[in-house]
């Protein structure tokens, strides 16, 4: 194996953008689906994982939401995340900030206790377990009424203690962040931090318009921003973290191949750009695989990949000590490979 491949392999990694309904793998969801008495669209794991063959973010989207069908109880949510966090410990994750989607469930009627009860359930487990600390991010879908959003951030007022940020996800082209200015703005008054996704379908300009009306410290994706200089440079002095992905850009055809990936524009721009896996069940690859792609296609040394693995520290909600100590393992990964 080459020094770079070497290196990613050890580098203490932090995850900035990962979905947990996305860490699904269709075995954990043949299960589930048996446990509950619940039947799959797929006759097998085999043809469920040949389904994963998307022309865009809908069609994905949509087999992403009919698979969460086979969450259902407490147990779920947290077997779940203990899967994601066992994945995760093997690619040395040492510190996770996932989504979840709460909408996805609470409009199956699935109380949002148990969601984020058996979700903080499974964190509690990974950190028992793997040592890896944990900041859970709640994310609104911008395909639903604003309505919806405030009555989940109500709905979830009780664990707000026990979450970090509000996120905005789903479909982004007619969905735009505006109408959710005022959400974001209660959320923020809650103290909680704000991310959104933009920039993966839609233009570069709904990248600056996102950080504007929603106070975003983070923009999940981000690719399009590399389209524009002004924003990139707006990205890179404001001090907003991008949270790319670059599997899932290449599966959603964001970009047409991973050498066309604009991780590295907007690196040369100064933007602090991190690396994530998104969705990794569905996209065949966990933050490891997309360090590895991502370094292949762009011939990334060694300064870059330290880089990328900073911005994602630099970028977390983690505590200041916390950030102290998820740098000092980075530097002595780094010093090793000298
Ligand atoms: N929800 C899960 N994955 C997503 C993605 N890549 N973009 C928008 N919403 C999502
Ligand atoms: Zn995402």
């Not at 954990?28 to 998307?54: H, Q, W």
């Not at 947290?78 to 066992?86: E, V």
């Not at 009780?158 to 959710?180: K, M, Q």
Request: proline share 5%.
């Amino acid at each position: 194996m080459d020094g770079i491949g070497r290196l990613i392999d050890r580098l203490p990694k932090v995850e900035l953008h990962v979905h947990l309904e996305g860490t699904l793998e269709p075995e954990l969801a043949f299960r589930l689906a048996d446990r509950n008495g619940l039947a799959l669209p797929f006759a097998s794991v085999e043809k469920m994982r040949a389904a994963f063959d998307f022309e865009d973010l809908q069609s994905f989207l949509d087999v992403y939401y009919a698979a969460c069908s086979v969450l259902v109880t407490r147990a779920d949510f947290r077997d779940l995340t203990r899967d994601y966090l066992a994945r995760a410990n093997a690619d040395r994750v040492r510190h996770v900030e996932p989504f979840f989607d709460p909408q996805t469930h609470t409009t199956r009627g699935i109380p949002i206790d148990d969601v984020i009860g058996g979700i903080l359930d499974g964190l509690a487990d990974g950190e028992r377990e793997f040592g890896i600390t944990s900041g859970l991010i709640l994310s609104f879908l911008r395909h639903l009424p604003v309505e919806a959003a405030d009555a989940t951030l109500t709905a979830a007022e009780p664990w707000l203690d026990r979450i970090v940020a509000v996120g905005l996800d789903s479909t982004e082209v007619g969905y735009p962040p505006e109408p959710f200015a005022p959400v974001f703005a209660r959320a923020r008054s809650l103290g909680l931090r704000a991310v959104a996704h933009a920039g993966e379908e839609g233009e570069a300009a709904l990248v600056a318009r996102t950080v504007d009306c929603l106070r975003a410290s983070r923009i999940d994706h981000g690719v399009r921003a590399a389209d524009d200089p002004a924003v990139m440079r707006l990205l890179a002095e404001s001090g907003v973290t991008l949270t790319a992905c670059p599997i899932s850009n290449v599966r959603l055809r964001v970009v047409p191949t991973m050498e066309r990936s604009t991780i590295g524009t907007l690196m040369r721009a100064g933007v602090a750009v991190t690396v994530n896996s998104d969705d990794p069940a569905y996209f065949g690859g966990y933050i490891g695989d997309n360090y590895r792609a991502i370094a292949a296609a762009l011939d990334l040394g060694v300064d870059d990949v330290r880089q990328l693995a900073v911005n994602a520290i630099n970028g977390s909600f983690a505590t200041a000590e916390r950030k102290r100590e998820l740098m000092a393992e980075l530097e002595a990964a780094v010093a090793g490979m000298a």
